[in-house]
């Protein structure tokens, strides 16, 4: 089959374009606002950008707390969801009002971090400590700005529990991390295989 966007007339009983870029890393967006409020909030349009220097990006489906507190104090943490924390991390997904802290609704502990004042993960296997370098909403084809709000961050501090750590790497088989699939669906990587990249 072959679909042209614009008219988005697939046929198929749900939109296919988030199934097929997948699986996605999940961005746990921890944020403080301007009051001292916290906000935990997952968000599957988010990645690593660079190494040099350490940039990781997300992208929020409008202006929500995260954006709003990101707006206020230039500062995020991004905690690393693993399967264990999955069912913890689904519950932040809720619509709460501004004020109420996702880390109490779901039973987590929110560590501010040693650079940033935003809160992470008490309970994640890792976590990164992230200064805003930009934020912008991005434009379609037709040069209109969407109603998205991309937000890039630098990590600045990097926090790993010693139990994550095996042979001197950050151990996946170990960790096991989620990925957003499609419509509700997940994968963990509990089978991690190794490549090593071809020499010529």
Same mark, same amino acid.
């Given at each position: ?120 993960? +008490? ?8 200064? =805003?370098? !930009?934020?912008? @909403? *991005? %434009? ?41 699939? +499609? ?8 089978? =991690?295989? !190794?490549?090593? @990249? *071809? %020499?010529?």
């Amino acid at each position: 089959m072959f679909y042209s966007t614009d008219t988005n007339a697939h046929g198929l009983s749900h939109d296919p374009f988030k199934a097929i870029v997948s699986p996605r890393p999940i961005g746990w967006i921890g944020t403080q606002a301007g009051d001292g409020s916290h906000n935990l909030a997952p968000y599957s349009f988010f990645n690593a950008i660079c190494d040099v220097p350490k940039l990781v990006m997300f992208s929020s489906g409008g202006r929500k707390d995260s954006v709003r507190n990101i707006e206020e104090t230039g500062e995020f943490t991004a905690s690393f969801v693993g399967r264990a924390l999955s069912e913890a991390m689904n519950t932040t997904s809720a619509m709460v009002p501004h004020g109420e802290s996702e880390f109490d609704l779901a039973g987590l502990t929110p560590v501010v971090g040693q650079l940033v004042a935003a809160p992470y993960v +008490g309970e994640a296997f890792a976590a990164l400590e992230c200064r =805003v370098t !930009e934020s912008f @909403r *991005p %434009k379609g084809l037709d040069g209109e700005m969407s109603n998205n709000y991309v937000v890039i961050g630098q990590v600045v501090g990097i926090h790993i529990r010693e139990e994550a750590i095996r042979d001197g790497r950050f151990d996946a088989g170990l960790v096991r991390p989620i990925g957003r699939m +499609g419509y509700m669906d997940y994968c963990d990587a509990g089978d =991690v295989f !190794e490549m090593m @990249r *071809p %020499k010529r």
